[in-house]
């Protein structure tokens, strides 16, 4: 597809009857993670189905609400019932990883395949994705989360997360040891992401602020008043983008913070990925939007989903996947 123009064509895959939650991608295979407590995979190039990660024996009993890919290309999946699912690579069997006690909110997979995992149990766990064990459970009764963690972001050997409580942790993935706190949000943290030059971590919360910290200090360097609460960030070249549900997409330039509006969606603000200088920015209404993050002009919309557009990922160079209701 040429991204400034818009798709020459597009395909819809009825890939669930419910709600889809989640979306991963690798190479020109994508998996999707829905409420009806099952995965599928497709190819992105040609739209058929590859596998469908569920059956009698394996797989989920609740909804799935995260997903990824392991290095080495199997699928990690996380749901309502606790518990992740190591996908064998070319099967529909898995290996259950336990330990949590409640909801799983995010996985992710490192290259070194090692996993983490969030829960609304109050706590984060991490995995050797070879062995399928655990190594650590990150928890800190004194200073750590006392509600639900609902997303973190991982670089090296640092992880940072954020909770119901509005509460910011900064965990060693070495130690399994709280480095240190950052409490500034009033409202729970709903997402976060690094700067461009990675020196900030930048949270967004349903409070209608968007916080610059100092990762080495875990100072905070700015607050900034977005008016709305957030549903989801991204970062590009010259800063960060939030979706919000006073239907506008906002971005900030981290070297000055200063904010500027993108207009054109009539619903509240679900989800935001990057390309280059492009936003995609997919809506409670079902209408996903692309925009030139530098001149703020809305280059062109499609309608994706009926009942609203949950996740957007992007699978470069050719194709972006929306999934939703």
Known sequence: MAWRQGPNQDRQIDAHDRQINCLAVRGDEFVSGSSDHSLSVYSCSTGKLK??????????????????YTADGRILSGGMDSKLCLWDRNSIKCKDLLGHRGSISKVACSQENLALSASYDKTLKVWDVDKGSLIHTLYNSNYGHTKAIRTFLWKNSLVVSGGREGLGCVWDLNSGKLVSTFDEHSAPIQCMCLSPNEDLVMTAGMDGFVCAWDLRSSKLVKKIDVKASVNDIAVYD?????????????????????????KGHKDIVTCVRTHGDLVLSGAANGWVLVHDVNTGQCLYGVSSCDKGCQAIEIAAPKHFITAGM
Not at 62 to 67: D, G, H, K, L, P
């Open 51 to 68: 596998r469908q990660l569920y059956s009698k024996n394996y797989g989920h009993h609740e909804w799935v609400t995260s997903c990824c």
């Open 238 to 262: 010259n800063g960060v983008v939030v979706g919000c549900v006073d239907n506008l997409i906002k971005t900030i330039d981290t070297s000055n913070m200063e904010m500027r509006k993108l």
